[in-house]
């Protein structure tokens, strides 16, 4: 059984100054982008946006870029809620072991999986192959939500179903599917947010569209109002998705009373159709963990360019800890007042700074940089190509994850403590340090993992803003396999699954176990 936590009587007092304060920092950090767009924009005028927009070349992209997003959520959701039904729901032999295997493509960041691809044959460097890599590789978004909702969902319903004559297929369709919509609708929109912001794998599979023409607008051509203007095309397709995903996590439950229903789930016999889904499990581990890694593995001892990058593994692999490290220290500490604010001080103002970041989770790191390289050389040129200006595009970029796992510590802290705190006449700033921060230091811990696995992973920012001469194991391997040198690539992209799978393998026992959703 399952419930809400009803909201604290102390939800609408008034916030410390500090909270605002350091509230705001963030929220106007995240602004930037928005303030950016318009100004380039209105610096083009009536007449350079329409000739921008309303031109072939932006009607291709806009093609590209739907054909894409919508392929592959599509494709990802089918494959996901499968996959959650059929380790959740059948017999399937080996069902505990493919639980927690069906989420471990996770640790293979998807542009390591499209270099894998794309150097088996180029026939994979195409619009079909690009859905099809990134479907494999994104999958898991979907199957880890549904699969936690159906370990929680209660099966009245579907008893309810099965008296009334229902098959299996209507009983599904109609007693559980609505069910399990909140999670799947949340799976199935981190995935389309994810691909309108993608950029390395497609750069990689040489697909075009906005967010690889932004970039290649400012690098290649140094034309940034049309990447500017570009920009605005992406936001307006990005901002109902990401504002839906905040929606759909708005209104999932934060808290749960025991640990699922008390009655027990009827198994479905899978019967002649079990060595079938075997074998489709099979093929769907192959396809998404056998081929890059096996792959990676023969790069690594292959190749005209093998050992060209050696000399610079251990140099980008110290950039890469110390940018993840102090990006989720950065990111963590800034979403901090913004948690605080939203759980204990209900109001417009919480709403909207807790709302904003992800409102811009949604646009892809290169409209980021883009913002933050035009304000910075205008504004704060000293802080250009440093690595401040980088951590800013970090806590942009990952905000909402931060919040997402600091909220959930947050909220099981009483604010009771605090106001006994007060009551002993200490000031609120001391009470946070003293009671609050030492009862959500778990969550600070999760959002710190979560943080460093992202930035890990994380490309287009770093290529655009990490100072010169910084490069980090993403950005080596997007070096070399641009230039198709594949051997030289494969030990960066080696290390970086290597640093992918623990925490993987964590957050998926994690949330299966506890029936979480994303």
């Not at 946006?49 to 291709?60: G, L």
């Not at 901002?239 to 995903?245: G, N, V």
Request: glycine residues 6%; aromatic residues 8%; positive net charge.
């Amino acid at each position: 059984m399952s419930r809400a936590i009803a909201p604290s009587r102390n939800a609408h007092t008034a916030p410390s100054p500090w909270i605002i304060g350091a509230a705001l920092v963030p929220a106007a950090l995240i602004a930037l982008p928005l303030i950016y767009v318009a100004i380039r924009a209105g610096q083009t005028g009536l007449i350079g946006i329409w000739e921008e927009i309303f031109r072939e070349r932006t009607y291709t992209l806009l093609r590209n870029t739907l054909m894409l997003a919508v392929g592959v959520t599509v494709a990802a959701s089918a494959v996901g809620i499968a996959v959650a039904w059929c380790v959740e729901r059948s017999d399937l032999p080996g069902r505990r072991v493919w639980r927690v295997a069906a989420g471990l493509p996770l640790a293979v960041p998807a542009f390591v999986s499209s270099y894998a691809w794309s150097s088996i044959d180029v026939m994979f460097q195409s619009m079909a192959g690009a859905i099809l890599v990134l479907s494999l590789s994104s999958y898991p978004l979907v199957y880890l939500p549904v699969a936690a909702a159906l370990r929680s969902t209660d099966p009245a319903f579907e008893d309810v179903s099965r008296s009334l004559g229902d098959g299996p297929w209507r009983t599904f369709t109609r007693a559980l599917l609505p069910q399990l919509s909140p999670a799947l609708g949340s799976g199935a929109l981190l995935v389309l947010t994810h691909m309108f912001a993608e950029f390395g794998a497609l750069a990689l599979l040489r697909v075009q569209t906005f967010t690889t023409a932004i970039f290649e607008s400012y690098e290649l051509q140094f034309n940034s109002a049309t990447a500017a203007l570009q920009s605005v095309v992406l936001m307006a397709l990005c901002i109902p998705a990401a504002y839906a995903e905040m929606r759909v996590r708005g209104n999932k439950r934060v808290a749960r009373v025991g640990r699922g229903s008390a009655r027990n789930v009827i198994t479905v016999h899978l019967g002649r159709t079990t060595f079938p889904v075997l074998g489709g499990f099979l093929l769907l581990g192959v396809l998404s963990l056998g081929v890059p890694l096996s792959t990676l593995a023969y790069w690594l001892f292959h190749g005209s360019s093998a050992g060209l990058g050696y000399a610079e593994i251990l140099p980008a692999l110290m950039d890469t800890i110390l940018f993840s490290l102090s990006g989720a220290i950065v990111t963590s500490v800034l979403a901090i007042p913004l948690v605080l604010l939203a759980v204990r001080h209900r109001g417009r103002l919480s709403a909207v700074v807790e709302r904003l970041p992800y409102i811009i989770h949604g646009l892809p790191g290169v409209v980021i940089a883009l913002a933050l390289v035009f304000l910075s050389i205008r504004l704060v040129p000293i802080i250009y190509q440093s690595t401040l200006l980088l951590l800013c595009a970090y806590a942009i970029l990952f905000l909402p994850l931060a919040q997402s796992s600091l909220r959930a510590s947050v909220e099981l802290v009483s604010p009771q403590i605090e106001h006994i705190a007060r009551s002993l006449g200490r000031r609120p700033f001391p009470v946070f340090l003293t009671v609050v921060l030492p009862n959500i230091a778990p969550g600070i811990g999760a959002a710190l993992a979560l943080m460093m696995l992202e930035i890990v992973r994380e490309l287009t920012a770093t290529l655009m803003l990490a100072p010169t001469g910084v490069s980090t194991l993403a950005t080596e391997v997007w070096s070399y396999t641009y230039d198709a040198e594949y051997a030289a690539a494969a030990p960066f992209a080696a290390l970086l699954v290597l640093i992918s799978i623990a925490p993987v393998w964590f957050f998926t026992r994690r949330m299966l176990r506890y029936g979480e959703v994303l």
